[in-house]
């Protein structure tokens, strides 16, 4: 089995054995890797790098799609061009929102902090919620 048809054959088989579509595991894969890639590389998720790495795998995805519809001769009615398409956008599309909403609303992400706030503090002020009265 050439390297080409056994990822075919893995793809074909993840996608059977989970119960889900290949369209469906684009969109999983595609949040693993950029989470996986901005863990590992100490990268933000706001950072261009997670979505450049991504692009990256994708793109060498496709071309193995790409090989793989063309290993037996070229079929224009193969339909690649609307599946890679369709592929592009289904890996791309949530990675690129979670990127511009670390970028450009980081607080939806991350609790702001308000200020110095120490444990004595927090201990007053849940007393304080709490109805105990100050010492």
């Avoid at 075919?8 to 993840?14: D, I, M, V, Y």
């Avoid at 989470?35 to 590389?41: C, K, M, P």
């Avoid at 929102?97 to 503090?121: K, M, N, S, T, Y």
Wanted: net charge negative.
């Amino acid at each position: 089995m050439q390297p080409i048809e056994y990822y075919e054959w893995a793809k074909t088989w993840l996608s059977d054995t989970t119960m889900m579509s290949k369209d469906a595991l684009h969109v999983y894969f595609a949040l693993t890797i950029q989470l996986l890639v901005a863990r590992h590389s100490r990268a933000r998720l706001a950072s261009i790098w997670p979505l450049i790495a991504l692009a990256g795998l994708e793109f060498c995805n496709e071309w193995m799609d790409f090989v793989h519809y063309y290993a037996a001769g070229p079929d224009p009615q193969a339909g690649w061009r609307a599946d890679t398409i369709k592929d592009v956008i289904n890996t791309m599309i949530l990675p690129i929102a979670l990127f511009a909403v670390a970028r450009l609303h980081p607080d939806l992400l991350v609790r702001p902090h308000h200020g110095d706030f120490d444990e004595a503090d927090l201990q007053d002020d849940l007393m304080a919620r709490a109805g105990v009265p100050a010492e």
